[in-house]
């Protein structure tokens, strides 16, 4: 065999809630299996030898009838075609009593693999001159890979595991570990990682050790499409990892800054220009002050700008007075005045306080503008 | 402050222009679309507008199919000093040329503007310095009150708003917001409507938390009845095997026996086949001739022997017959005495003739006859001697058959060899015997092999042996896997209960799987959460907006008050003065009210205040711009803005037009005045008079 065609995903989080995104959380699920569905389609279309699935494939240890048939119709599909499917429990889709991976449904496909034990397991996968190494995610101290070396068996040997990349500093506790060190010891010609949201490249000593991120966002960030990665083996050559955009929606936090906006028509039509059916938008707004402010009702932006969106929160920041805000009014006026008392109330306010402040100043100087929002 | 020019560049209808203002009252004038309001707000942009600005009005305000930016610039005079102000919108930056010192600095340069105007924003500049010929107008028409334009100025918002109108909005906006909070009302607000939301998707979500949880349970309940079902079935396999190897001990031992009884038997078999060729033999050698007559005389013989055994029959009863007949049937003395008493019978017959006394010896004759006759039974006596001869004959008769009978069946016997019938009959004893023995032999033989093959007999009895032998192979193999048959029956209880058990727990898996199928519930749960958290983020904005119009109302309560209480004072001496200065004293004394801005004046003549609506149209008017100029002075404080008038006398007459105009007149005095209007009516009052031309 010239070489081995993997397909990594992991995290998909079937059946997992949103509840940021709340009326809209259903449909997001929906297109959790709907992404599954398509990331399936790729693995056959792109004819790889097997799919690496890094755990957390189910949000619950214990998903519901329907969506362990619809995960069975879909690995049913690949093992049609010979491809072979690797599991390893995640955190959520937890190895324990009653779960999914212990029960029956999964032991009708030939072509398909769940690693329940404890430690590192080999399983020599069937007419690819592949061993693939893997264990279920519990509760353990140090470094899981820790001593780990894959035997040379077979040609080819990838590790499958479901844990947090050590950094030293910044992430040094969690259910599971893994050291650059013991990546780089472990022999291992490709490392599936899971359990961290983001794509990232973790490899360390010549063995490529990848997480791949979900193939559909799952919280709001960087409003990146989620991806699987396409990874090649080469007899003579380092490994290809290619990310493939399979995701539909983008979950984006964003800070929109107002303060070179002339109001709120300014800010909707901003908004309105960002304006996607697949786009999930958590909009920072900061920066506006004044009197064209006034007027602005976040709730009716919102519900005017929603069907535009996927789903759609505006965000107000507290305001920031500067004394050229407060300057700009004169003191002798009710305005002036009212302005001043609340600059003076809002700077020892935080957080919600400071929220509640501004939204004060806001509606005073609606109500001074003869705007009123009522509820 | 004062504007001494305007220059304007690319700044809307104007490419390049510029305009020169002096003190006193300055009239701008120009038919419609001739850019009066171009020019206020190119004044008032060179003012505020921030040069780096991006906001949309002023990257409009930049003239069609300009590609550069506007450049503003402004010359003018401050406490005497000369001032140059340029803005240049295309460079985005500002310069102010002050005390022969050139500022850059944005910062700076506002806080100068604002000091020498009195005002810091545009706003601010337009609802304190400018006045709208509406604001005027309305007055004058009656549709708004005097005090409440003068709170609206007061009140400093773009808007033509007053202060306690905000009041009024925040609170109604509260009250609305709350509404039901403190008791039931009939259309509660929004608070409460959330909060009855909440507390639905909260029961609901409760429901649904605590049947998921269910489930789990029931999910791990299935989980370990699969467990222990594999295990009982474990169990059970090893009991049954143990049983099931029993029973075959005991069923292999039983064969074991059965075979050792069936062989048995087949010897027995084997042993009575050999009898029988036995009995053949002698039955051939024995009695062949016998067998032969017996065959072929068998009915004749037969007969011959029914009927000598009637015949003897018959004799042998005649006989018993004869004997009892023969035996005493009369009393001894019975035959003696019928002789007797026939004798005297007839001797007393006889002698009775001779003797009567003979008679006697008749009669006793007669007596002793009867006497032997019935007591004695010797009348039946001679009754039953006929009875006998008869008898006799038929013996003889019989024994005459019998002898016949006899002589033919010794003729047929002699044909058998024998001498005499009893030594036929002897031989035929034996013969019978011979055959019963066989016949019971045949009938055994039937039993122990029905099938009739009495040839293999010795087969099956070699196979039996070879069934003993694999049987007690079989034994040897189960020997430590079995249990006596007490323990056994134990194994078997035992086996029994965990049958029990496992059906047990296969009925209540069968019922986990049905409720585990039931689908839904989690979507549900899920659902119910993501709506909770929607309704929670609506409810949290709510509260804040409940929080803050209270913050606001306690904020402009307070600013409303000490606004318009100090301006009140300030206000009734100012516009004494004014007024006391215009009218030659007639109204000097001014009283204001500070929480509505009502005033009333001092009437000389009447010598009581009296009521604004009292006073004459022109002096209302006078009243009006008075208090309204003496707010500019004080909300600018320090500062002297120029005063924008927008054409606000266009509605009065001559009369009315020379009385506000003497007010003008008078603040134009210390602070500049500029007057847009399309016509000619200010000039006369004008110190300088700008014509603007209409741009094509």
């Known amino acids: 065999m010239a070489g081995l065609r993997l397909l990594h995903t992991s995290d998909v989080h079937l059946g997992a809630g949103f509840e940021f995104l709340g009326r809209s959380g259903k449909d997001h699920r929906a297109q959790l299996k709907s992404t599954f569905s398509r990331v399936v389609d790729l693995a056959i279309t792109s004819e790889v030898d097997a799919i690496l699935i890094a755990g957390d494939l189910f949000d619950s240890a214990y998903p519901h009838p329907g969506l362990v048939g619809e995960v069975l119709y879909q690995l049913e599909r690949v093992d049609a075609e010979g491809i072979w499917t690797l599991i390893v429990p995640g955190t959520h889709d937890r190895l324990q009593p009653g779960s999914v991976y212990e029960g029956k449904e999964f032991s009708t496909l030939p072509h398909l693999h769940i690693f329940r034990e404890s430690e590192m397991a080999p399983f020599a996968v069937d007419g690819l001159d592949l061993t693939v190494y893997g264990r279920a995610t519990l509760q353990e101290e ?115 800054d107002a303060g070179d906006l002339d109001g709120p028509a300014e800010l909707y039509a901003a908004l309105r220009r960002m304006a996607d059916k697949e786009l999930a938008l958590e909009a920072n707004v900061h920066g506006f002050w004044g009197e064209e402010w006034a007027g602005l009702n976040w709730d009716d932006m919102e519900d005017e700008l929603s069907p535009l969106f996927f789903h759609l929160r505006l965000q107000p920041s507290p305001a920031e007075l500067s004394e050229r805000d407060i300057d700009a009014y004169p003191e002798k006026t009710v305005i002036g005045r009212f302005i001043r008392l609340a600059k003076e109330e809002m700077s020892g306010r935080q957080g919600e306080d400071a929220l509640v402040a501004e939204e004060a100043l806001r509606l005073g100087l609606a109500s001074l503008a003869g705007r009123t929002s009522r509820p | 402050m004062m504007v001494r020019e305007l220059t304007v560049r690319n700044f809307r209808r104007f490419r390049q222009a510029s305009f020169s203002m002096d003190e006193g009252i300055n009239v701008v004038k120009g038919p419609n679309e001739s850019g009066k309001s171009t020019l206020v707000q190119a004044l008032l942009a060179a003012l505020y507008w921030k ?172 989980q370990e009845i699969g467990e222990e079902r594999r295990d009982l079935a474990q169990k059970l396999e090893a009991l049954e095997g143990l049983a099931r190897d029993s029973i075959e001990q005991v069923d292999v031992e039983e064969d074991i026996e059965d075979f050792h009884r069936r062989y048995q038997l087949l010897e027995s078999a084997a042993a009575l086949i050999s009898e029988e060729e036995e009995l053949k033999r002698q039955e051939r050698e024995n009695y062949g001739s016998l067998k032969r007559i017996l065959e072929g005389k068998r009915e004749e013989l037969g007969e011959l022997e029914l009927r000598r055994a009637g015949v003897s029959e018959g004799l042998s009863i005649l006989k018993r017959k004869i004997t009892s007949e023969t035996g005493p049937r009369h009393a001894v003395w019975a035959p003696y005495m019928v002789v007797v008493g026939i004798t005297l019978l007839l001797v007393g017959l006889a002698g009775i003739a001779l003797t009567l006394y003979m008679l006697f010896a008749t009669l006793v004759g007669v007596v002793m006859i009867v006497v032997a006759l019935f007591p004695g039974g010797y009348l039946g006596f001679l009754k039953r001697g006929r009875d006998y001869s008869a008898l006799k004959e038929q013996v003889e008769e019989l024994e005459d058959t019998e002898k016949r009978l006899t002589q033919r069946m010794s003729a047929i016997i002699a044909e058998t060899g024998c001498g005499s019938i009893e030594s036929f009959t002897e031989q035929k ?253 200010y000039d006369v009052y004008a110190d300088r008079v700008v014509e603007l031309q209409p741009v094509s």
């Open chain 2, 429 to 681: 004893l034996g013969y019978l015997e011979l055959l019963a023995r066989r016949k019971e032999i045949v009938d055994k033989l039937e039993a122990l092999v029905p099938d009739g093959d009495i040839t293999g007999v010795e087969e099956e009895a070699r196979r039996l042996a070879g069934e003993v032998s694999m049987r007690e192979r079989r034994l040897k193999e189960l020997r430590g896997r079995t249990v006596d048959p007490q323990r056994l029956q134990e194994v078997l209880r035992e086996k029994d209960k965990l049958e029990a058990r496992m059906d047990g727990l296969k009925e209540e898996s069968i019922r986990l799987e049905v409720y585990l199928s039931e689908e839904g519930l989690e979507e549900e749960l899920l659902r119910a959460r993501e709506e909770l958290e929607y309704l929670e983020r609506k409810r949290m904005r709510l509260h804040r907006k409940a929080k803050a119009l209270q913050l606001a109302l306690r904020w402009m309560e307070s600013a409303t008050t000490v606004t318009l209480s100090t301006a009140a004072r300030r206000l009734e001496s100012s516009i004494g003065e004014f007024m006391g200065r215009i009218t030659e004293g007639r109204y000097f004394k001014i009283q204001v009210d500070e929480g509505t801005f009502d005033l009333r004046v001092w009437s000389e003549e009447k010598k009581d205040e009296v009521e604004v609506e009292s006073l004459s149209r022109g002096t209302v008017d006078q009243l009006y711009l008075a208090a309204r100029l003496a707010l500019v002075d004080i909300i600018c404080d320090d500062g002297h803005p120029p005063l924008l008038l927008d054409d606000p006398f266009v509605t009065f007459d001559s009369r009315r037009l020379q009385k506000a105009m003497e007010v003008i007149k008078d603040f134009s005095r210390d602070e500049q005045v500029i007057i847009f209007t399309c016509g000619d009516q």
């Open chain 1, 142 to 256: 140090g470094d899981v890979l820790e001593g780990f070396h894959a035997s040379n068996d077979t040609r080819w040997r990838v590790g499958m595991i479901h844990a947090s990349f050590i950094l030293p500093g910044k992430v040094e506790r969690d259910e599971m570990m893994v050291s650059g060190e013991s990546i780089s010891r472990s022999s291992l010609d490709y490392l599936a990682l899971g359990h961290w949201h983001s794509l990232g490249d973790y490899g360390k000593g010549g063995v490529p050790a990848y997480y791949s991120g979900p193939p559909e966002p799952l919280e709001m960030g960087r409003g990146d499409e989620g991806k699987v990665l396409l990874v090649e083996l080469k007899e003579n050559g380092p490994a290809e990892v290619k990310p493939i955009p399979v995701g539909r929606r983008r979950l984006l936090r964003t800070d929109v």
């Open chain 2, 51 to 222: 040069a780096d600005s991006n906001r949309r009005e002023v990257r409009e305000s930049v003239t069609w199919g300009e590609r550069d930016g506007f450049v503003l610039e402004l010359r003018g005079e401050v406490d005497g000093g000369d001032f140059h102000l340029v803005k240049d919108f295309s460079a985005r930056r500002a310069s102010l040329d002050w005390l022969g010192r050139e500022i850059t600095s944005a910062a700076e340069i506002e806080n100068h503007i604002r000091e020498w105007s009195g005002l810091g924003s545009e706003t601010a500049y337009r609802s304190t310095a400018g006045i709208r010929q509406d604001e005027v107008s309305e007055i004058s028409a009656g549709r708004k009150e005097l005090s409440e334009s003068l709170q609206a100025t007061v009140t400093g918002s773009e808007g033509e708003g007053s202060a306690l109108e905000a009041l009024d909005s925040l609170n109604k906006e509260l009250a609305d917001l709350k509404k039901g909070t403190r008791g039931t009302a009939k259309n509660p607000g929004p608070l409460v409507r959330i909060e009855e939301e909440i507390a639905k998707c909260e029961v609901t979500g409760d429901e649904l938390e605590k049947a998921v949880q269910e489930r789990i349970k029931a999910k791990r309940r299935h």
